[in-house]
Each structure stands twice: as structure tokens, then as C-alpha cells.
Nanobody, 126 residues
Framework: QVQLVESGLGQTGGSLTLSCAVL????????VGWFRQAPGQERDSVAT????????YYADSIKGRFTISRDVAKNTVYLQMNDLRPEDAAFYYC?????????????????????WGRGIQVTVSP
């Protein structure tokens, strides 16, 4: 069984780094993604990263501001969030696909993900 645990570390200047620790199994077999859901809205893809780590997908709304990365040795995937805006406030979820995933496939759709973390609330002060 794979467990995903999200955590966050705020930084000055409107930046935040989210971390997703994958427990129970190495991340090397799975693509991993970040998704978010605001109150009254559907859950949307934010960013995903392939099993190899070479390919990434970003939603248009966060391109150029967010960066997804993975540290295989630490079984952790990160989401660096810069230039946060009020519209970025939401519950953020980390998720992983079934393994083994395609080496370079980014799986931008949430339908491909079967393991989900409990989520972490991100608030943005105006």
C-alpha cells in the first residue's frame, strides 16, 4: 500500500514549497502529481511529473510560477510555488499513479491516479 503525506513550508515573498512524502513504496515506479480543489469547484490538475522525472506537465494557470520536482532517493516530490495569488488558495493534494508508469508519461488527468494524500490547505493573503 502506498501512502502519500503532504506538508508545506512557507517562505517570504509570497512563496511556498509543498512536499509529498511517498511512504511504503519507492516513487520510482509511479508518476506523481499535484492537484488542487477550491471550495465549490472541481479538482484540477496543477502539475505532474513523469516516473523518470524528465517530463513535466503544468496547468496554464500556474506556468512560470510553480515548479514540480522529485527526489527519488528521498521518495519525495516537491511543488515550489512562487508569486502566489489569491486564486491559488485551495486544498492541494498529492497523488501517484499505479506502477509501473510509463517512463516519460506525465499523466495530466486525475483519472490516472489511484493513490491520494489527505491534502493540505494553502491560503494566500492579499
Amino acid at each position: 500500500q502506498v501512502q502519500l503525506v503532504e506538508s508545506g513550508l512557507g517562505q517570504t515573498g509570497g512563496s511556498l514549497t509543498l512536499s509529498c512524502a511517498v511512504l511504503g513504496r519507492t516513487t520510482s515506479n509511479n508518476a506523481v502529481g499535484w492537484f488542487r480543489q477550491a471550495p465549490g469547484q472541481e479538482r484540477d490538475s496543477v502539475a505532474t511529473i513523469s516516473r523518470s522525472g524528465y517530463n513535466t506537465y503544468y496547468a496554464d494557470s500556474i506556468k512560470g510560477r510553480f515548479t514540480i520536482s522529485r527526489d527519488v532517493a528521498k521518495n519525495t516530490v516537491y511543488l515550489q510555488m512562487n508569486d502566489l495569488r489569491p486564486e491559488d488558495a485551495a486544498f492541494y493534494y498529492c497523488a501517484a499513479t499505479r506502477g509501473p508508469a510509463g517512463d516519460n508519461d506525465t499523466y495530466p488527468s486525475g483519472r490516472d491516479y489511484i493513490y491520494w494524500g489527505r491534502g493540505i490547505q494553502v491560503t494566500v493573503s492579499p
